[in-house]
């Protein structure tokens, strides 16, 4: 079975850009959740789908935004980018409860 | 609700050298702990994780016992390896008022380990 898929691998845009990462998770699982990671800090939580209802969100401003799709795949979307929101965007699938969130390779965003 | 607090770093050993990354955590009621590894330019690995207290989650030589009383879920490994190389997050799930999981992981802020030849 295939992992964790992210697209793309690398982005680069400018500021008040908006940007849609994407994220398909492991086969038979039902959620999805986001984080962000700045270079040299853990991974901070955005947001988490399951059965395309969030579920949870992190302290994120409402430029901000996700959705899940009928096959539990998920975006991620920001606008109005700023230089701060450089980072390293992980999705993460997850089965439920008493399972393990498995990562993707994440998506390397860069703001100009 | 639910934090974690790792040893300050970078760590910086000798091949073969003993490894211990410490990691305390708070957490409301007794959640999962888990350890992730992150290699230069790739997202998060699971390496290891425990489920209840006491449990000791080992993988690829690495161990990390849940420790209730101490609140710690330290990771040790006997010999080190250069390809070890990688920063290492402690993580535990938040639990939401139910008391269910909720795919929130709370991390620390992560250890750089590297190993020389």
């Known amino acids: 079975d295939a992992g964790v898929t992210q697209s793309p691998t690398h982005l680069i845009k400018t500021r008040g850009q908006q940007v849609t990462l994407r994220c398909s998770p492991i086969s038979g699982h039902k959620s999805v959740s986001w984080y962000q990671q700045v270079l040299g800090q853990g991974p901070q939580f955005i947001f988490q789908?399951?059965?395309?209802?969030?579920?949870g969100r992190g302290n994120f401003p409402d430029r901000f935004s996700a959705r899940q799709f009928p096959n539990y795949s998920s975006e991620l979307n920001v606008n109005a980018l700023l230089l701060g929101d450089s980072a390293l965007y992980l999705c993460?699938?997850?089965?439920?409860?008493?399972?393990?969130?498995?990562f993707g390779p994440g998506t390397r965003l860069t703001v100009l | 609700g639910n934090s974690v607090t790792q040893m300050e770093g970078p760590v910086t050993l000798s091949e073969e050298a003993f490894l211990t990354i410490n990691c305390t955590y708070t957490a409301t009621g007794y959640p999962s702990l888990f350890w992730y590894v992150q290699y230069p330019g790739e997202g998060l690995q699971l390496l290891l994780k425990a489920t209840k207290a006491d449990d000791k989650g080992s993988n690829k030589g690495f161990e990390a016992t849940y420790r209730k009383e101490t609140t710690s879920f330290h990771l040790e490994k006997g010999s080190v390896q250069v390809s070890d190389s990688a920063v290492y997050f402690c993580?535990?799930?938040?639990?939401?008022?139910?008391?269910?999981?909720?795919?929130?992981?709370?991390f620390g802020q992560g250890t750089i380990l590297t190993v020389h030849p």
């Open positions: 993460a699938s997850w089965g439920g409860q008493g399972d393990t969130q498995y």
């Open positions: 789908y399951y059965e395309k209802e969030e579920r």
């Open positions: 993580a535990l799930p938040s639990i939401n008022a139910g008391g269910t999981s909720y795919g929130k992981l709370t």
